[in-house]
């Protein structure tokens, strides 16, 4: 029982159901996480502003196509912030409606 409950909080990891969630299946390892997310948000945007650059020299075609990519990621964002909310509240009723008591029980008020 002890191994199973191990294997069970192993598994409970962002990275794992990420994969799980694109992939169907478990990823093999997981990486250490040591960046935030402002300095992974920094290192991406300083990647392909600096690939946007080298392609475009011209400061108007520059910006014209950062704004295209811009608005790209930003529709893109909103999609995926929207699964993730449902995901995550689809998640939450599952591990609620196990409790029937709970919800029965549940008025909205804290």
């Known amino acids: 029982m002890v191994d199973y409950v191990k294997e069970i909080f192993e598994r409970i990891e962002m990275q794992q159901i990420t994969e799980f969630m694109r992939h169907g299946v478990e990823c093999i390892e997981i990486e250490e996480q040591t960046k935030t997310y402002t300095q992974q948000i920094d290192t991406a945007n300083r990647i ?10 011209n ?12 608005e790209n990621i930003l529709q893109i964002k909103k999609v995926y912030i929207e699964i ?5 509240a689809r ?6 409606a196990q409790d029937e008591n709970f ?6 008020k804290s």
């Not at 400061?59 to 811009?70: A, Q, R, S, T, V």
């Open 84 to 88: 993730g909310i449902k995901c995550g």
């Open 103 to 108: 919800l029965e029980s549940f008025d909205g």
């Open 59 to 70: 400061w108007k075609e520059h910006e014209e196509i950062i704004n295209l990519f811009d």
């Open 91 to 96: 998640l939450a009723y599952q591990l609620l």
């Open 48 to 57: 392909i502003d600096e690939r946007i650059r080298s392609t475009f020299p």
